[in-house]
């Protein structure tokens, strides 16, 4: 099993940097895919980016494409999420954990989150 923590939220202008980390324990973290998703206020949590084992394969969701920047330190048993060009929109709460890459289905349990919140 793999416990995730995430960390790195904030309170950012539109068009602002943040670089999100989730911190894993658990020997397995190394072979997982790991992914983010997000949950706005008011709506379901939804995918974000997804990255496999060894870091080689990444995947993103349509509307963070050529903004958000996913990647992995296996050394560290850390993910990271890079967002850049932030827009008010991608305001949510924001989570890590194992994923199923050809669905993207999460597999682990969530943790706590961490908030963005991007002002206008």
């Known amino acids: 099993q793999v416990q995730l923590v995430e960390s790195g939220g904030g309170l950012v202008q539109a068009g602002d940097s943040l670089r999100l980390s989730c911190a894993a324990s658990?020997?397995?973290?190394?072979?997982?895919?790991l992914g983010w998703f997000r949950q706005a206020p008011g709506k379901e949590r939804t995918f974000v980016a997804a990255i496999g084992w060894s870091g080689g394969s990444r995947y993103y969701a349509d509307f963070v494409k050529g903004r958000f920047t996913i990647s992995r330190d296996n050394a560290k048993n850390t993910v990271y999420l890079q967002m850049d060009s932030l827009k008010p929109e991608d305001t949510a709460v924001y989570y890590c954990a194992t994923v199923y890459i050809p669905s993207m289905t999460p597999l682990s349990a969530w943790g706590q989150g961490t908030q963005v919140t991007v002002s206008s």
């Open positions: 658990g020997r397995t973290f190394s072979s997982s895919a």
